[in-house]
């Protein structure tokens, strides 16, 4: 199985609110990766984990929190959901790192109101 | 940081015709993808390529690393080949692969 699965597809969140997004894979990868994408802008990465260590960007280390209880399962935490936050979440698998191909899912789409 | 501009922003073909997907980057890139989106789909990588040139099926992909750009080139398009194409690179030691903004591709019948 190469699929990469996140769950719920679509989140309505109030304003003030946490929101959680889940995401699995079962291909053993070590890299685990959530981008956030709006619409006509390229997808932006947010942070990842390769194995037990979360590598959060600069630019939104204190807006997102994120665990991985587990190789096969990542999460992505906002705190206190703002309307800037209104996205497509992506979350994305490798092997290893960027220079292995990247397996994306679905995606989840958060409304904020 | 790294910049990925890809041109046209968007395109429309009729079934049949090539297709050309343009990807240019600011900084030497160790890593470069292409993607595809369908619409309402997920992304799914269909190349891997930082350097030279790779084939897969009706896909041709060419990078001039020194000239910092990529190429996709789609040969006798389908109207399943609609969709977004997007270029993501990555400089060295770098894990953060940069997307472009995509290209929207529109083969009609």
């Not at chain 1, 959680?20 to 984990?49: E, G, R, V």
């Not at chain 2, 041709?60 to 990529?70: G, I, L, Y």
């Amino acid at each position: 199985d190469t699929t990469v699965k996140q769950n719920p597809r679509y989140k309505l969140a109030r304003v003030g609110k946490p929101v959680n997004l889940i995401c699995s894979q079962t291909m053993n990868h070590d890299t685990m990766y959530w981008y956030q994408k709006k619409p006509n802008q390229a997808p932006k990465l947010l942070l990842f984990y390769y194995d037990k260590i979360l590598n959060r960007e600069a630019d939104t280390f204190e807006k997102f929190q994120s665990s991985r209880p587990n190789n096969s399962f990542c999460s992505l935490y906002i705190g206190s959901a703002g309307l800037e936050y209104s996205a497509m979440y992506l979350c994305a698998s490798s092997r290893r790192g960027p220079n292995e191909r990247l397996f994306f899912g679905h995606g989840t789409k958060l409304s904020v109101l | 940081g790294q910049q990925v501009q890809q041109s046209p922003a968007s395109l429309v073909l009729q079934e049949g015709e090539n297709a050309e997907l343009q990807c240019n980057f600011s900084s030497t890139a160790t890593q470069l993808q292409w993607f595809y989106q369908s619409p309402g789909g997920s992304l799914v990588s269909l190349l891997s390529n930082p350097s030279g040139t790779k084939h897969t099926g009706r896909l041709t992909s060419t990078t001039v690393t020194k000239e910092r750009r990529s190429s996709l080139h789609i040969s006798s398009s389908q109207t399943t080949d609609s969709g977004t194409y997007l270029c993501a690179t990555a400089s060295s030691g770098s894990w953060q692969l940069i997307f472009g903004s995509g290209t929207q591709l529109t083969v009609m019948p």
